[in-house]
């Protein structure tokens, strides 16, 4: 710009008087600068908005744009995280809405709310918290209250999921305050709808004080139904700083196609044609495609991918209905994208051996500990490749190598 400018005025003194130089001059800079925002590329990424629905039994690339060229760069992989968020959006999820036009939020004595307005409606929301006291606590975000072990130091806020987005069979389509506020109407699964409320929270957090938490160090986590929840949340809402999800199962930690294979091998798993008719968590435009897995855009080792570079643990179990090969292979090929972007101690998996669903066994508890530690509590806690569940061979689900991302 200062270049055109001075040659532009070099021309100009010598083509015009100096008397009517500014006169021109002025309010053709004065556009200039202001046409310049809106020229300049606002996001370097090109997102479409229509999505690849070509049947593939493997799992998609997650170092391919949808477009056929490759993932070379840890800036390439940021855009086709974008890709990835606004297909599985379209099909899986639902819109995940932005922070709405109107919000407050207050904090007293353990009760964090918000109120969020949007189109002249408007909802209010209260999460308590626990084990807050001292300055710069880490906290865990717990959908219904947590079913695992949190540990000293790490407040709890118990956020009760189902007030925003019911889950109790098809009749909570579109029940709930998030609904309230967007129409019942709105794209979102209930899993959306949770993490719209995880990041309002934070939203209220960052707003509020005497509440002692650090918003930088929060961790998310649910089980089961919860833990599919838990792993959304920490996919959609990047100030997550560590996913926790517990016994997620489908929908959650495994790949719906691989649990497709597990289902024609024979096994008791909970499918994608199963899920769209026993609850509400995934958006209506999910039932295209529930007996047709294999023709999504993506799959949830790129849902690990949206979390990537973020801390996230992920917690198992082997009940057949979870589907302990599909998470398994799913969350190996997960743990390869964290590897191209260089950071593989930032996700792991553990759930080896069967227990009583959502009891939380001590021999996960390192693990766990470990997680907590590096990515909540800043104390070191050794992360390193852990990776425990059934023998599962990633390889036969996958027709890609992982690069190393620069
Ligand atoms: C593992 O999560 C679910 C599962 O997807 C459902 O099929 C089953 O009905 O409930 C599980 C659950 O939430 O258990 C508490």
Known sequence: FAIVWRKWHILYSRINP????????????????????????????????????????????????????????????????????????????????????????????????????????????????????????????????????????????????????????????GKGKFYDLYGSGHSAGALTAWAWGVDRVIDALEATTGHNIDPKRLGVTGCSRNGKGAFVAAALVKRIALGIPQESGSGGAACWRISDSEKAKGKNIQTSSQIVGENVWFSPAFNAFSTKASTLSTDHHQLAGLVAPRGLIVIENEIDWLGPVSTTACMK???????????????????????????????????????????????SGNTANIEKGPAADVASYIDWTAPTLT
Do not use: W
């Open 18 to 173: 100096p008397t009517m130089k500014y006169s021109i001059v002025l309010p053709l800079l004065a556009t200039t600068v202001l046409a310049a925002p809106l020229e300049a590329p606002q996001d370097s990424c090109k997102v479409p908005t229509s999505f690849p629905t070509t049947a593939n039994a493997k799992l998609p690339n997650p170092f391919k744009f949808f477009d056929g060229t490759d993932v070379k760069t840890k800036a390439d992989f940021e855009c086709k995280n974008k890709e990835v968020l606004a297909a599985i959006q379209a099909q899986e999820l639902g819109t995940f809405p932005p922070k709405p036009s109107t919000f407050s939020a207050t904090y007293s004595g353990g009760t964090l709310s918000f109120t969020a307005g949007e189109g002249g409606k408007s909802i209010s929301f209260s999460v308590s918290i626990k084990g807050n006291s001292g300055s710069s606590v880490p906290a865990i975000i717990a959908y219904g209250g947590a079913s695992i072990p949190v540990p000293a130091g790490v407040a709890t806020i118990t956020f009760n999921n189902d007030q925003l987005g019911q889950q109790s069979g098809g009749s909570s389509r």
């Open 333 to 379: 090929a997960g743990r390869l994208i964290y590897k191209a972007l260089g950071v593989p101690d930032n996700m792991g998996f553990t759930g080896s051996g069967n227990h009583n669903h959502c009891s939380f066994p001590s021999n996960q508890q390192s693990d766990l500990t470990a997680f907590i530690n590096k990515f909540l509590l800043n104390t």
